[in-house]
T-cell receptor, first 111, second 113 residues
Framework: KAGVTQTPRYLIKTRGQQVTLSCSPI?????VSWYQQTPGQGLQFLFE???????NKGNFPGRFSGRQFSNSRSEMNVSTLELGDSALYLC??????????FGPGTRLTVT | QKEVEQDPGPLSVPEGAIVSLNCTYS??????FMWYRQYSRKGPELLMY????GNKEDGRFTAQVDKSSKYISLFIRDSQPSDSATYLC?????????????FGKGTHLIIQP
């Protein structure tokens, strides 16, 4: 079974721009979670979607948003990019239990 | 105080040694505990998953949870150079997918050939 896929893998943006990242979960998994990983803060939870509904959200500003489609694929959007948004953005999918399986991540660099 | 504390290392041990990795936490509501391995520039890979207190063994890996002490451990037996990676502990309050994971910052492990 194919794992979690994320596109693009690398991205360079300028301050003030917006960006959209995509995640395709493992086939049959309906829950998708997003995390931000930085050297200073480590891995931090952004939000979680299940059946196209956001069920939980971490402590991030409203510039960070997401959505999920009927096929369980998910996108996250960051508007008005700041230098501090440079990070590895990770998507994880879950079937019915607690185990979360991560994709390879999208490395975003904001200049 | 952060909810989950983990020594960042680096922890360097010779090949074949037993490795002990640990995390402490402050939130007594955590019930589900996980260990992930992350190689450089890759996503985290789930190694072990434990519910509540107790031990769980899978091959060379053993996970221990002591909820009374708010302390979890991962032991790696017969360590190999390929085990060199960052090991992240993670935990959550409830089952299902809605509750996000709370991670430690990770311990960088180096296995010397």
């Amino acid at each position: 079974k194919a794992g979690v896929t994320q596109t693009p893998r690398y991205l360079i943006k300028t301050r003030g721009q917006q960006v959209t990242l995509s995640c395709s979960p493992i086939s049959g998994h309906r829950s998708v979670s997003w995390y931000q990983q930085t050297p200073g803060q480590g891995l931090q939870f952004l939000f979680e979607y299940f059946s196209e509904t956001q069920r939980n959200k971490g402590n991030f500003p409203g510039r960070f948003s997401g959505r999920q489609f009927s096929n369980s694929r998910s996108e996250m959007n960051v508007s008005t990019l700041e230098l501090g948004d440079s990070a590895l953005y990770l998507c994880a999918s879950t079937h019915v239990g607690t185990e979360q399986y991560f994709g390879p991540g999208t490395r975003l660099t904001v200049t | 105080q952060k909810e989950v504390e983990q020594d960042p290392g680096p922890l360097s041990v010779p090949e074949g040694a037993i490795v002990s990795l640990n995390c402490t936490y402050s939130n007594s509501a955590f019930q589900y505990f996980m260990w992930y391995r992350q190689y450089s520039r890759k996503g985290p890979e789930l190694l072990m998953y434990t519910y509540s207190s107790g031990n769980k063994e899978d091959g060379r890996f053993t996970a221990q949870v002591d909820k009374s002490s708010k302390y979890i451990s991962l032991f790696i037996r017969d360590s190999q150079p390929s085990d060199s990676a960052t090991y992240l502990c993670a935990m959550k309050r409830s089952g299902g997918g809605a509750d996000g994971l709370t991670f430690g910052k990770g311990t960088h492990l180096i296995i010397q050939p």
